[in-house]
């Protein structure tokens, strides 16, 4: 039975260019307190634009009906669980977003003064400084938007490293159970990417490692625990062979959330490495994005992380814009400052035993599920699993049905899917990762699910392969999009 | 939960891992406090920034008004907390809006297709600049000194280590708009791009039009610039440009001290299989009905690897929903009032003070001042934050700042400051 | 299934040599493994290619397959209709979705090419 949900109503709506007509407004303006000016005296006659075709006119309450329609057809976190293997889907305490638009936050102007702007820089600084204690490293730069830019930063900090060391290689060394990001950032940073194959269990292989790991390697990405969820355990003898041959050692610290408090990369030889403040430290994702990268170093890196740092001047924060041996910005001002907002805010609530007792609530909740769903999905890589588990479809696959169909069956019982075909060394993925926030009952809801489907499979296979019955929309045509691609809307 | 786990302890869950790798004490963290004491704390530190003044500063960050609509829409679970919509079936809404987005900003920009966001304006530029490269097969890119200062440095960190020279030319001295020929000096055969910002960094509003002709005699793709993104309501669209990379602060995002903002990227037709970031297509569901989806992904890290167009993933879609409620309260009508307002302003504040440039403005332009930094610590004990000093980026401005008025900047405040800076002016005559 | 007038590559390309001029395709196991191929991605008449190199790419939903050449020269022509019309790769591999035409500059390459009984035993071994 579906315990979790029926079929809702949800209210059409047409797109905003539809609902429009002219004359209907939104908006307000104060009186013009200075003279009006002419548009074309003022800014020359060739430079004023007509009217912006297609531009929306709708009334405030058809604004807001408008987008209260659209959020309808949304699922989210806090709808329910959403176990999408990698992201780090926990609850986003709604503090944060209180906080973070308090006025003296939000309306602080990069360029204001430094003595106007000590209450930023000091939030920045705290954070810093709690990063480095969790991660065990010795300096953190705020300053990447998301991970991937994290990766990008810390592979040009490797690179300026080596670089000063008089060679700064070709090759950067990455598992085939890496995120995609990885090897795009290494290629963004000059470098090209060979592929290292992981052992029968999923993990670094060590002999492969020191193999291919010669003069011109400048560094190993690693994701730890990787994207099986399983801890790497040679992690400290790959970077003893990384450092023997004077490469580094970088980790895609994406998954830390199995680490907090638990162990620190500074303590097994990690080099450099980047945060997803998005997933591990709970801002939320808000369809995509903002999130931020914060990269943690080892003291040899620090001279390179990118422009301005943190300094403490005379008792007061100032910025240092003066470091000569700094790779320069990765992007304009400080980081995704709003993001580091919340992301304090979570630890200051959490406090250093609260995080260690999340981390343990995410890996006992995966472990949990694995427990539970092992007997119905097969376990291609049975090693020991942290924050999150990965089956594959291969049982389910001989009756034809795929993870991308269990992962739409899922939906008709109330839950977002896990991620779906990922990583790529697993043959058809099922890659869920529950986080420290679902309690007991919405596991058991989970779990009893995914039994469902695996007796439906079975027995009415084309009922999951046809799946989802219950939503709005049902399965969208993705290739007649990528053939014919419609980008933006057009009048009739 | 335990026992099901076949655990004794939580501590059996770890058991696996190396005991070299264990952290055998506590984070040296404080103790976790309540929702009241966070709120206590974050007040506190608002409380040291520069709360209730009088602000003129701009340069690339802009103090808007944010009509409430867009805190009401953002603030909804439903977008704040889902993740990027790559279920189509229970992401129609993220992706309904992203689709709504993605068309406001051709109509706003004169393009065929825009993204669904850039981490911001900065990194939109070497994003733009590597997908030039890959489009005409060259590698030097051209861009004027009147873009803003640190989306060069950070094109410049991107552009290090792919063989791509970034070259600069000049402004006019006396206009401040680019120096055309300049241009001509130092564009050749292997340029794949000139990139030029308009209003530019000084706010004054550059002919994308010429630049663009120059660059296409020579075979080279026009990018064009913006962080000021109210202009669009009044400014005619770039005409020429081939890549528009423009940053959406402007939009009813709050100044955050440098961010969460929201970038874009804007192209013609025949460029967008070269386009980093996302996309939304439309399409439609088994039962005929229109949906929307994400699509052209083959270009992306997730499929495409070390080849992709970009190493981008999470991006900014919360922030660009925001800019999607402004321009749907602003509409079609109040965009171009609220940038009047702008530029009312900004001739009502420039009259009354010296301008450097002769060249027509926005909402923002340099004032020659004399020693920028003294007088702006003249001006906070006016509660005043006065414009930014332009000598950290360029040394032969050292004597100016550049001042920017919007629709939230009150008269009697603009008086003020003209007050303040009037006896210096002249005694700098004098001098 | 496979035509015998054809050689096929590893890389599941086939060469039809007419000429001195090749006109090279996808093999029908290669469209079945892609699925849905929504892109192809083409050279300039005028580029030369060499035997093993990629000369474009045959995109679906979620991959992006490169193609080998499987015999050097000049590109002559490309298949023009496969711009608008990417299916007609998975409805008709062997004919009218073509991909490119190249003037032969190393014919003795054919000689590393299987034939289509080859072809067919070689795509038997990887299932
Ligand atoms: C393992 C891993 N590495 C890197 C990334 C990239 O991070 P971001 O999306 O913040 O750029 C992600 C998440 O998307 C990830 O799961």
């Known amino acids: 039975m579906i315990r979790k949900v029926r079929t809702h109503p949800s209210q059409n709506e047409a797109l905003l260019f539809e609902c429009s007509s002219p004359g209907k407004r939104a908006w307000q303006l104060p009186e013009l307190d200075v003279p009006a000016v002419d548009a074309a005296e003022a800014l020359g006659a060739a430079n004023v634009r007509g009217e912006i075709p297609g531009f929306p006119e709708v009334s405030e309450v058809e604004a807001i009906r408008h987008f209260t329609r659209l959020s309808s057809w949304n699922y989210s976190i806090d709808h329910g669980m959403y176990p999408l293997g990698s992201c780090t889907m926990k609850y986003n305490p709604r503090i944060n977003e209180v906080v973070a638009r308090m006025e003296g936050l939000a309306w602080a102007h990069p360029y204001q003064p430094e003595s106007l702007a000590q209450g930023a820089m000091e939030v920045m600084a705290r954070l810093e400084s709690a990063l480095a204690e969790i991660t065990g490293m010795d300096a953190v730069t705020l300053q990447p938007a998301a991970g991937a830019q994290g990766e990008l930063t810390g592979i040009l900090l490797i690179r300026a490293l080596l670089e000063k060391r008089g060679n700064p290689r070709r090759r950067i060394l990455i598992p085939d159970s890496a995120h995609g990001t990885n090897p795009a950032s290494a290629a963004i940073a000059g470098y090209t990417v060979e592929n290292v194959k992981s052992t029968d269990a999923g993990v670094l292989d060590l002999e492969a490692l020191a193999r291919a790991a010669d003069g011109d390697v400048a560094a190993l990405m690693v994701t730890n625990p990787n994207t099986l969820g399983v801890f790497e355990a040679n992690i400290a003898q790959a970077a003893e062979i990384l450092h023997a041959k004077g490469a580094m050692l970088y980790m895609d610290g994406a998954n830390m959330n199995a680490l907090v408090g638990i162990a620190r990369p500074g303590d097994f030889g990690v080099d450099v490495m980047h945060l997803n403040l998005h997933k591990t430290f709970s801002t939320p994702h808000g369809g995509g994005g903002p999130g931020a990268g914060p990269v943690a170093v080892k003291k040899a890196l620090e001279p390179y992380l990118p422009t301005p740092r943190l300094k403490r001047v005379r008792g007061k924060w100032a910025w240092d814009f003066k470091r000569a041996r700094s790779i320069g910005r990765v992007r304009a001002f400080y980081g995704n400052f709003g993001v580091t907002v919340r992301a304090l805010a979570y630890i200051l609530a959490h406090g250093g035993p609260g995080l260690r007792n999340a981390t343990v609530d995410a890996v006992l909740n995966a472990v949990y599920i694995r427990k539970r769903l092992e007997p119905f999905f097969d376990l291609p890589y049975p090693s020991p699993n942290m924050h999150e588990v990965v089956f594959s479809d291969d049982r389910q696959a001989k009756l034809g049905v795929r993870t991308g169909d269990i992962a739409k069956r899922l939906i008709d019982y109330g839950f977002h899917p896990y991620t779906v075909s990922f990583p790529m060394i697993v043959h058809g993925a099922l890659m869920i990762e529950p986080t420290e926030t679902e309690s007991k009952l919405e596991l058991d809801l989970f779990i009893d699910a995914m039994i469902s489907i695996a007796k439906e499979v079975e027995t009415d296979p084309e009922l999951v392969k046809h799946a989802p019955h219950s939503t709005r929309t049902s399965r969208v045509d993705e290739v007649a999009a990528a053939r014919k691609p419609v980008l933006r809307w057009k009048p009739a | ?70 805190d009401a829409v953002v603030s909804r679970g439903e977008f704040l907390t889902s993740y990027t919509p790559y279920q189509a079936e229970i992401s129609q809404g993220t992706l309904t809006a992203i689709f709504e987005f993605q068309t406001l900003i051709c109509q706003l920009t004169g393009m065929d297709v825009a993204n669904a966001s850039m981490y911001d304006g900065s990194t939109a530029v070497p994003e733009a600049a590597m997908m030039a490269a890959r489009i005409t097969g060259r590698h030097r890119v051209l861009a004027a000194r009147s873009v803003h200062p640190e989306y060069r440095e950070a094109l410049r960190t991107y552009a290090r280590h792919q063989g791509m020279p970034v070259e600069e030319f000049d402004y006019a001295k006396d206009s401040g708009a680019f120096d055309l020929d300049d241009l001509e000096r130092k564009i050749d055969g292997e340029t794949a791009a000139v990139i030029v910002q308009s209003p530019n960094f000084f706010g004054v509003i550059d002919d994308v039009g010429a630049a663009a002709e120059i660059a296409h005699a020579r075979g080279a793709l026009l990018i064009m610039v913006f962080t000021e993104a109210v202009s669009l309501g009044i400014l005619a669209p770039p005409a020429g440009a081939d890549i528009v990379a423009g940053e959406l602060q402007s939009f009813a995002i709050s100044p955050s001290y440098g961010g969460p903002y929201a970038g874009i990227i804007a192209t013609r037709d025949q460029f967008v299989r070269q386009m980093p970031g996302r996309l939304v297509g439309q399409t439609v569901d088994t039962r005929g009905n229109r949906a929307f989806c994400l699509t052209l992904s083959t270009r992306e890290q997730h499929i495409r690897r070390e080849k992709a167009t970009s190493n981008i993933c999470t991006n900014q879609a919360l922030i660009a929903l925001m800019a999607t409620v402004f321009m749907t309260v602003y509409g079609k009508e109040g965009l171009r009032e609220l940038a009047l307002q702008n530029v009312a302003k900004a001739r009502y504040l420039a009259g009354k003070l010296q301008t450097v440039f002769t060249g027509k403005c926005f909402n923002e332009f340099v004032v020659r001042t004399g020693d920028p930094e003294s007088i702006n610590k003249a001006l906070l004990k006016k509660k005043i934050v006065g414009g930014l000093p332009l000598g950290r980026f360029y040394p032969e401005l050292a004597d100016s700042m550049l001042i920017c008025a919007t629709e939230m900047t009150r008269r009697a405040d603009m008086d003020a400051l003209s007050d303040a800076l009037r006896p210096r002016l002249a005694a700098e005559e004098m001098a | 299934m496979y035509p015998e007038n054809f050689r096929y590559s590893k890389e599941h390309e086939w060469v039809l040599v007419e000429g001195g001029i090749g006109t090279i395709g996808i093999t029908d196991h290669a469209q079945q493994e892609l699925g849905d191929i929504v892109y192809v991605d083409l050279p300039k008449p005028g580029t030369r290619v060499e035997q093993g190199r990629s000369l474009g790419s045959v995109e679906s939903v979620k991959a992006v397959s490169d193609v080998f050449a499987p015999v050097s020269g000049e590109v002559t022509a490309i298949n023009p209709a496969l711009a608008d019309a990417p299916e007609k790769l998975n409805a008709d591999p062997h004919g009218d979705a073509w991909l490119v035409k190249i003037r032969l500059s190393a014919p003795g390459e054919l000689e590393d090419l299987m034939t289509a009984a080859d072809y067919e035993s070689f795509i038997g071994a990887e299932k």
Do not use: K, Q, T, W
């Not at chain 2, 404080?30 to 409380?47: T, V």
């Open chain 2, 1 to 70: 939960m335990l026992d099901a786990c076949g655990a004794a302890s939580a501590e059996d869950l770890f058991a696996h891992l190396p005991d070299a790798v264990r952290l055998r004490r506590p984070l040296d963290l404080e103790p976790g406090i309540s929702e009241y004491e966070i709120a206590d704390y974050f007040r506190a530190r608002a409380g040291e920034n520069a709360d209730g003044y009088a602000s003129f500063l701009g340069a690339g960050v802009y103090r808007h008004y944010r009509p409430v609509l867009v």
